[in-house]
């Protein structure tokens, strides 16, 4: 059984950086696929970004193209998720998901097999 924690929210200005960090305990992430989700007050859990097993391929939800980058370093079991220029409408919890379906869709949470509780982003304008 795989534990995601996520960790690195909080509130920033508009414009601003932060990095949210996703460690793993119970598995090694070097077989999953790691994507990152956020779900804002009211709103469904929607994609963000995710990458492949050996982090080669990533992919981005289109707003958060230029601005995010998500990372993988498998030697210490951590996902990341360098979030830069910063918008009031980026504010959500941020989750890290892991799935070990080589071909399950990354943008359905429904998909994933392991989910980290979340951390919360605020964006102030």
């Known amino acids: 059984q795989v534990q995601l924690a996520e960790s690195g929210g909080g509130l920033v200005q508009a414009g601003g950086s932060l990095r949210l960090s996703c460690a793993a305990s119970?598995?090694?992430?070097?077989?999953?696929?790691m994507v990152w989700f956020r779900q804002a007050p009211g709103k469904e859990r929607e994609f963000v970004a995710a990458?492949?097993?050996?982090?080669?391929?990533?992919y981005y939800e289109d707003s958060v193209k230029g601005r995010f980058t998500i990372s993988r370093d498998n030697a210490k079991n951590t996902v990341y998720l360098q979030m830069n220029s910063l918008k009031p409408e980026d504010t959500a919890v941020y989750y890290c998901?892991?799935?070990?379906?080589?071909?399950?869709?990354?943008?359905?949470?429904?998909?994933?097999?392991?989910w980290g509780k979340g951390t919360l982003v605020t964006v102030s304008s």
């Open positions: 998901a892991a799935s070990s379906n080589p071909v399950s869709p990354i943008r359905y949470p429904g998909a994933m097999d392991y």
């Open positions: 119970g598995g090694t992430l070097s077989n999953y696929k």
């Open positions: 990458i492949t097993l050996s982090g080669v391929v990533t």
